[in-house]
Every structure is written in structure tokens, then in C-alpha cells.
């Protein structure tokens, strides 16, 4: 459902022994713009950078449920401008490279730390059918895409602790984040009311009953709200290897 109107296709020719785990990250979840996660039930699944499918609504985040101030980081070490592309795979090299830079970010902020590189031995622009097109150069451009939409402009961090309801929060998760002290930079005023930050990072610590919190302000829609990732009644995805 994260996919919707056709399937992503790619090609693999295995000759040696591959750790599994190791082959779908780098292989498959990478090139395709999604990362791993382990769901509130312990279940491995599978998230993408994009805003949660609405099936209800996340818990809030405000200055109720809040210990303490927040900290804020302007994440700028996270600058990601320029990505390379290789794919075109033949068994022993990668045939086509293409290089994606966005010269606004360049032009304000300077190169990033690095370069992003995303290496497919799956996809293949002589095979059929590369996305919904038909052509693997469309998942390469909407990837480039959402690495520059998400990193061309860093996104603020936020990190804080909350008292022990908020454990049912997930990482992955869209939150509606309120608090009048923090500085919006992007809008120029102090304070966040019920915006919209991804959760990267959670941590329970069941003895002092308090939850941690890594917020991401992603730029996702506000003010929408948008369902959990876990649950019993969802299925983000599959893998099917034949």
C-alpha cells in the first residue's frame, strides 16, 4: 500500500553466499527508499521515508507529557546535496553511474559531509518492467528525490523525555509535536503547535518509568494526522524471494 499502482522489479544473479539480512538492506531497502524497523509486538518490519498510511491518529507530544526542556539541534551535519547512482549491474561491475546534485543546498550551505552512494545490482534498464513505467531510472528519480526533499535542508532534531505513557509512541511514526520554548527556525518564531515529526530513535526505561524520544521535523504535511506503523491490521510489505 505504501507502493500503490505497480511493483518495484529487480534482478539479482547470486553466485556466492550472501548474508540475507545484509542483502536486503543494502539491495533492497536502500535502493528503494525504506529501512528497517522492529514494531511495538517485536516484529520485524518495514518503513519508508514517507508519511504513514492514516489509520488513526499517533499520540501526542506536548509540554504535558514532557519531563523537563527538550533539546533542539539544527542537525546540519546530516546535509545531504549530491547522490550517486549505479546500477546497470553485469556480474563483476557496475555499467551505468549517474549523479544527482541540488545546486540550491550547494549554492546556500556548501557539500554535504559526503556524498550520498546508493549501489543496485537489481535494477536494470533492459529488463522489464524497472517501476510502473517500465523503466528503473523512475525509482532512481524518485529516490533522489526524497533524499534531497528530506536532506537538502536538514531537518531539526529534537530529542526529549517523557513520562511512561507515551511508550506506546514507535519509532517510524508521524507525532504531533507542541511546545512553546523551542525555536522554529524555518518559520522564524519560538515554539512548535501539534507539528508533525517523525520518531527515529525510542527508548523505555521501564525502572524509572520514562520514555526518550529522537524527533525528526521531516516536512511532512501539518497539520494531518497520520496513523501508527504498528498494529496487527496492517501489512506494510513483502519480500518474496523464488
Known amino acids: ?7 518495484i522489479y529487480m534482478k539479482f544473479s547470486i553466485t556466492d553466499k550472501v548474508t540475507a539480512s545484509d542483502f536486503i538492506y543494502t539491495e533492497i531497502l536502500k535502493v528503494i527508499n525504506a529501512y528497517p524497523k522492529i514494531d511495538g509486538q517485536g516484529k520485524f518490519s518495514i518503513k519508508p521515508f514517507k508519511a504513514n498510511i492514516s489509520e488513526g491518529t499517533t499520540q501526542p507530544i506536548t509540554e504535558d ?5 527538550p533539546t533542539w539541534d ?3 551535519a546530516a546535509l545531504i546535496n549530491e547522490v550517486y547512482f549505479y546500477y546497470n549491474h553485469d556480474g563483476s561491475e557496475y555499467l551505468s553511474e549517474t549523479y544527482f546534485i541540488d545546486g540550491t543546498s550547494l549554492n546556500n550551505r556548501g557539500p554535504g559531509k559526503k556524498p550520498l552512494e546508493v549501489k543496485s545490482k537489481g ?3 533492459d529488463t522489464a518492467p524497472g517501476s510502473v513505467n ?4 523512475d525509482i532512481i528519480a524518485i529516490r533522489r528525490g526524497k533524499v534531497f526533499a ?4 536538514p531537518p531539526t532534531k529534537i530529542k526529549c523525555k517523557c513520562f511512561f505513557s507515551r511508550w506506546l509512541t514507535e519509532a517510524g511514526d508521524i507525532v504531533p509535536f507542541t511546545h512553546s520554548k523551542l525555536p522554529d527556525i524555518e518559520s522564524g518564531v519560538r515554539g512548535y ?3 508533525n515529526m517523525e520518531v527515529v530513535n525510542r527508548t523505555v526505561n521501564w525502572k524509572e518509568g520514562s520514555v526518550t524520544l529522537e524527533l525528526l521535523n521531516t516536512g511532512f504535511d501539518n497539520p494531518a494526522n497520520y496513523g501508527v506503523i504498528g498494529g496487527t491490521s496492517s501489512k506494510i510489505g513483502s519480500i518474496k524471494i523464488s
Not at 65 to 69: L, S
Open 134 to 137: 517500465g523503466r528503473a531510472e
Open 193 to 195: 503547535s501539534a507539528y
Open 65 to 69: 507529557n514532557i519531563i523537563g526542556m
Open 123 to 125: 535494477l536494470h534498464v
Open 1 to 7: 500500500r505504501y507502493y500503490p499502482g505497480g511493483s
Open 150 to 153: 528530506r536532506f537538502a535542508s
Open 74 to 76: 539544527a542537525n546540519l
